[in-house]
């Protein structure tokens, strides 16, 4: 398997995962031809696909599926309470292209198989997913206000992970957003703070060379520099030293990431 992070943030999410047969995208959170662009950065064409996965019904997951799924004629693949989520937000989309992948199971396509598990979101039944081939294993996770052992269980042991490192904790309290917003960041169905994502990260990763993308920064509320530094320090204060086996990257809004190998 080979994926890249095509972009990550709180502007827009999409992530692809290809092996020699088939090819996906999972969330299509930009403008149709920003995620054309973004395919031709990694060399790679749309026309391709072999089904677009959707986590959740929010606008940074969903906002170019309609367009991109209307013109390339692309299978989407979400839980039914996700689809009737996104009716009315991503236009019509033909009968022939919809497809239902419920929580807890697994999808396979050839030599891939694609488990779904659910995760803690204000969002109708937000769920990620698990791609296995072979002994390999990549994992997504962001858009959680915590990783419960249940999601422990499911994603530990993988080669890459895709894992949300979405705030400081210290930035989000002293910026601007209302407290409204604030109260929901740091609910449980929000999203994961830099060392909170670091813990987690500390309970699932085995000692093998083990590569994770920080995901789905807040624009205002974390840097890159500021969430590897978190993570780094609070992985070590685990017992785990960052760039012994546990390898951390960036990811960014807008550039995608080196199309790599799992």
């Not at 959707?54 to 991109?68: A, C, F, P, R």
Request: charged share 25%; hydrophobic share 40%.
């Amino acid at each position: 398997m080979r994926f890249s992070v095509l972009a990550s943030g709180s502007t827009g999410n999409a992530i692809y995962v290809e092996n020699d047969e088939h090819a996906f995208l999972v969330d299509a959170g930009l403008s149709g031809k920003k995620m054309e662009q973004l395919f031709a950065k990694i060399d790679r064409d749309m026309k391709n696909l072999s089904g677009i996965l959707v986590t959740h019904e929010h606008s940074d997951h969903i906002k170019g599926l309609g367009v991109v799924a209307r013109k390339y004629k692309v299978p989407i693949y979400a839980n039914e309470k996700t689809w009737q989520a996104m009716d009315g937000h991503v236009g019509t989309i033909p009968l022939d292209q919809r497809f239902v992948f419920d929580m807890e199971t697994v999808k396979s396509f050839g030599s891939i198989d694609i488990e779904s598990f659910a995760v803690s979101h204000d969002a109708a039944d937000p769920m990620f997913y698990v791609f296995h081939e072979n002994d390999r294993k990549l994992v997504l996770i962001t858009d959680t206000g915590y990783v419960s052992d249940r999601m422990k269980g499911i994603i530990r042991g993988a080669d890459s992970f895709v894992f949300e490192s979405n705030h400081d904790i210290g930035m989000l309290q002293m910026g601007r957003y209302p407290w409204s917003i604030k109260r929901r960041i740091l609910s449980d169905v929000g999203h994961v703070s830099n060392e909170d994502a670091a813990v987690a990260m500390s309970e699932v990763v085995f000692e093998k060379p083990t590569q994770i993308y920080l995901s789905h920064l807040s624009k205002d509320n974390n840097m890159k520099d500021l969430a590897r530094m978190s993570v780094t320090q609070t992985l070590q204060s685990c017992g785990i030293l960052a760039g012994e086996y546990v390898h951390l990257h960036d990811t960014d809004a807008e550039e995608p990431t080196l199309l790599v190998t799992v």
